[in-house]
């Protein structure tokens, strides 16, 4: 990734995350500058200490960690990224708003959803924010050699948010329209019921579906497929699409809640004839080009160093004058 130029100085910054894999860009560029902990305890008091310790406290999810804090006497500036697993919990409405001094939303769907749970009156007084994920376009490229061939990519943990019955009926479709192309799934099985189903699915229908497991050079991969499907239920940003599109990969793209908001509505299927549609209609134009234009899109929307150039500006802001008209014009913005 680019070298990012801080904004943000001589800051205590704490960081409390039940799971991490969203916050490494993050926390790299504010350490550079600013003092920061991670918090590791299991306790009240050592989550207190830390609170204690810090100018500012930011929550990565809005979950137990954010109840459990926002129900101690609030010591520094705290901030909550809320994704989108969290708005289809009950954690929301057990959280004390009133001692978080920003919520940052990752697309707007999630938003509209947190909006439909917590009430107006408490919403009034909460500074709102939408900063979208980012993609490192620098280590997703697309190749010199990149050909087109008929391979298409799906990432991600075989569950029930994925829709992976639906990624099998896509599939076949695609199947017998060209027996050309073949299926590359990164990722594993996480419910025995779906395995199952694939077992006997693929039992009944020998399908050219390869499953290459959990991949730790995504780019790599990434190299000789030309296309990225997504059948999920909802997604916060679905990294898998950012990322292929940087890549090269020409996206097919179920039309889940809130996916307009984030990718071109050109790419978006609704059932399997569609998606066989939108393979087809891709196929009669400048994939090339089309791969090129896909990549300068997220380059200009999802590039993760102006995603963390936003974060910073908005935490900056926090420990300024004037802290809450400027995030209200990025609740408006």
């Given at each position: 990734m680019q070298t990012i130029t801080p904004s943000l100085r001589n800051q205590k910054i704490a960081f409390f995350a039940t799971h991490q894999m969203f916050l490494a860009e993050i926390i790299s560029a504010l350490s550079i500058n600013n003092q920061v902990r991670l918090f590791e305890g299991t306790t009240v008091e050592r989550m207190a200490a830390l609170l204690d310790w810090a100018d500012i406290a930011w929550f990565e999810w809005c979950d137990a960690l954010l109840i459990q804090a926002t129900h101690l006497p609030q010591k520094c500036k705290i901030v909550c990224r809320l994704h989108s697993y969290e708005a289809f919990t009950d954690m929301p409405s057990h959280v004390d708003w009133s001692k978080?001094?920003?919520?940052?939303?990752?697309?707007?769907?999630?938003?509209?959803?947190?909006?439909?749970?917590?009430?107006?009156?408490?919403?009034?007084?909460?500074?709102?924010?939408?900063?979208?994920?980012?993609?490192?376009?620098?280590?997703?490229?697309?190749?010199?050699?990149?050909?087109?061939?008929?391979?298409?990519?799906?990432?991600?943990?075989?569950?029930?948010?994925?829709?992976?019955?639906?990624?099998?009926?896509?599939?076949?479709?695609?199947?017998?329209y060209d027996p050309g192309y073949s299926l590359y799934i990164a990722g594993s099985h996480q419910d025995p019921r779906i395995e199952l189903y694939f077992q006997h699915f693929l039992q009944r229908n020998p399908l050219p579906i390869y499953f290459d497991g959990w991949i730790d050079d995504m780019p790599q991969w990434y190299r000789d497929k030309s296309f990225v499907i997504s059948t999920s239920l909802f997604e916060s940003f679905h990294y898998s699409i950012a990322e292929g599109m940087s890549c090269g990969l020409?996206?097919?793209?179920?039309?889940?809640?809130?996916?307009?908001?984030?990718?071109?509505?050109e790419f978006l299927y609704s059932d399997p004839d569609d998606c066989l549609r939108l393979l087809q209609t891709i196929e009669k134009s400048d994939t090339a080009q089309t791969a090129c234009d896909n990549r300068k899109f997220i380059q200009q929307r999802y590039s993760q160093n102006d995603k963390v150039r936003e974060i910073e500006q908005l935490l900056s802001q926090l420990i300024t004058p004037g802290r809450e008209s400027h995030i209200r014009e990025l609740q408006t913005a």
């Open positions: 978080v001094d920003s919520l940052i939303f990752v697309n707007d769907s999630v938003r509209q959803l947190f909006e439909q749970q917590v009430s107006h009156e408490t919403r009034a007084s909460l500074p709102l924010a939408v900063i979208h994920n980012g993609v490192d376009t620098a280590k997703f490229v697309i190749p010199h050699s990149k050909v087109l061939t008929k391979k298409i990519a799906s990432v991600g943990y075989i569950n029930y948010k994925k829709n992976p019955t639906l990624l099998l009926y896509c599939f076949k479709k695609i199947h017998e020409i996206p097919l793209i179920h039309d889940w809640y809130g996916a307009d908001l984030l990718y071109p509505n």
